[in-house]
């Protein structure tokens, strides 16, 4: 009797611990940091928000430090720069190139939507065009990570 409720108590607690896996390899949490005037990166969070991500808001007059500490090479710059499991997430990165991001892991320090381009996430108003987000390696090098045509 005993052996029977000590396995279906391990085989409960092992149910439980693998039902808690993926909801802890897919933490929706992250700290965006933005200078208070750019409505643009209001709407990215307001995008990030909506796909279910918990963002707090840090606002600062000048974001350079931010992305130095982080590992983002100013030639890739954004108009903000959140973190989240570990990455910098750099610019208007769709929430599904993040969610990607931290589904696969792989080794670099950012993901990055550099500049501004129309038709990205809190970019949708200034019209439409193709970009790119960027996987930005410790050395400061990117390869393409995802082709976007824009909203």
């Keep these: ?22 909801v802890l390899a897919q933490d929706r949490r992250m700290t965006a940091y933005k200078t208070p005037w750019c409505g643009c990166c209001d709407g990215w969070v307001t995008h990030m928000r909506g796909a279910g991500w918990t963002v707090e808001v840090v606002e600062r007059e000048d974001l350079a430090p931010i992305r130095a500490r982080f590992g983002v090479p100013d030639r890739y710059a954004g108009c903000h720069t959140a973190v989240a499991g ?66």
Excluded: C, K, W
């Excluded at 009797?1 to 993926?22: E, N, Q």
């Design 1 to 22: 009797m005993i052996g029977a409720l000590t396995r279906r108590a391990l085989l409960a607690g092992g149910v439980a611990a693998s039902a808690a896996g993926p």
């Design 86 to 151: 570990g990455y910098a997430i750099e610019g208007h990165v769709p929430a599904a190139d993040v969610a990607r991001l931290l589904r696969e892991r792989p080794a670099a320090v950012a993901l990055a939507a550099p500049g501004m381009p129309a038709g990205s996430p809190g970019m949708e108003a200034a019209g439409r065009q193709p970009y790119v987000t960027l996987l930005i390696d410790r050395a400061g090098e990117a390869i393409v990570f995802g082709r976007h045509n824009g909203a």
